[in-house]
């Protein structure tokens, strides 16, 4: 056993991965950052300098570089990977769908075979409540719930992905593998020293509720009014992303346990909210009046789905810990400190 407990995670300075690696020290773990910056401020590492009190290990790799990323694994023993590392525009993908193939199954396979040939035992990946596609009647769904049509190419690179490391769990490979199935991320570390950088106008509501009510964007606008759900809006699971990062770190501690090798889990809270609940939050938080109006529905949005999140708890005894409040809270914080860096 590696006393030292290194965890590479590929795209660690993204959103997500940077509050994971926040996690991770927290657990013990030591995590190792590898991450090109294309889509992550190169103020990261030092942010969570600040939080966890030293500049975590990051190497600057493309991971679809293989001899780049086999010399990482030369030059460390990994007791784990996290595989954050992918594009994540839904929009962009359908404009661009090769440069996603390329890039989120390239980067997937050529970790994986680095896993498998040095031997890393656990492997967490990163994946997204899109793969259901469009649910049927019922909105709470659960793991086993058949996977859908993709919306886009990116969801269909998660759907790909899932089936690649069903394949690589089947060949007896050795290596055991959690798919993390994501709902919708938002908020920022308590700490309000990292959060979400959004290259260009986001595509994600909160970013653009923050962002238009500091000044940045004129108006949001809501993507349909007339949806079959209380108040005629899209219904989503807002997690915050500090839970989603802890959920992280107890599937790498479930991996470890020797109990399952291979899961596919999902994480949410379990809760629903519409669009206008989370302007309401928002607007009860910041005392910010939020200038908003009604628009034509996106296309490819689904109506209304949120998490079953009972494997979680039971199996991973993951529970969120924060609110949506607290998630809106912490989004705002950091918009306000973003503004005055
Ligand atoms: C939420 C709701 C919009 C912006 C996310 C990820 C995607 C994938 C699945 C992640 C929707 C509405 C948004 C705006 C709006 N997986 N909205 N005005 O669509 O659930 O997708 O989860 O890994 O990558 O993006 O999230 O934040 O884009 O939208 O009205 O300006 O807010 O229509 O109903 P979504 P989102």
């Not at 529905?297 to 607290?326: M, Q, S």
């Amino acid at each position: 056993m590696n006393h030292q407990r290194k965890i590479l995670v590929t795209g660690g300075a993204g959103f997500i991965g940077s509050h994971t690696i926040t996690a991770l020290v927290s657990a013990g773990f030591t995590p190792i950052i590898a991450d090109d910056f294309r889509n992550a401020d190169s103020s990261v590492p030092s942010r969570i300098e600040k939080i966890i009190g030293h500049l975590p290990e990051f190497i600057m790799i493309d991971v679809c570089d293989k001899e780049a990323l086999k010399q990482v694994f030369e030059q460390h023993a990994f007791a784990g990977i996290i595989h954050f590392a992918a594009y994540k525009a839904v929009g962009e993908s359908v404009e661009f769908p090769l440069k996603y193939y390329r890039n989120n199954l390239l980067g997937l396979i050529n970790t994986l075979e680095l896993a498998v040939q040095f031997k890393v035992p656990n492997f967490v990946f990163s994946s997204s409540c899109t793969v259901y596609g469009e649910p049927g009647e019922l909105k709470e769904v659960t793991e086993d719930l058949p996977k859908g049509l993709a919306a886009s190419p990116y969801g269909n690179t998660k759907i790909i992905g899932e089936e690649i490391l069903k394949d690589v769990h089947h060949s007896n490979s050795g290596l055991n593998i959690i798919s993390l199935r994501y709902f919708n991320p938002i908020g920022a570390h308590p700490s309000g020293l990292i959060g979400e950088f959004p290259i260009g106008k986001p595509n994600n509501l909160l970013p653009m509720v923050t962002g238009t009510a500091i000044g940045k964007y004129d108006q949001l606008t809501v993507f349909g009014n007339d949806y079959p759900t209380s108040d005629g809006t899209c219904v989503r699971d807002y997690i915050h992303v500090m839970d989603l990062a802890t959920a992280h770190v107890k599937a790498l501690e479930f991996l470890e346990s020797g109990k399952s090798s291979f899961e596919t889990i999902n994480v949410g809270t379990g809760a629903g909210t519409t669009i206008l609940k989370v302007i309401q939050v928002f607007e009860a938080i910041s005392e910010v009046k939020l200038n908003w109006k009604f628009g034509p529905k996106r296309p490819g949005d689904v109506v209304e789905i949120f998490a079953k999140a009972d494997k979680a708890n039971h199996l991973l005894n993951w529970y969120p810990k924060y609110t949506l409040e607290d998630s809106v809270q912490h989004a705002w914080n950091w918009e306000k400190k973003l503004q005055n860096d």
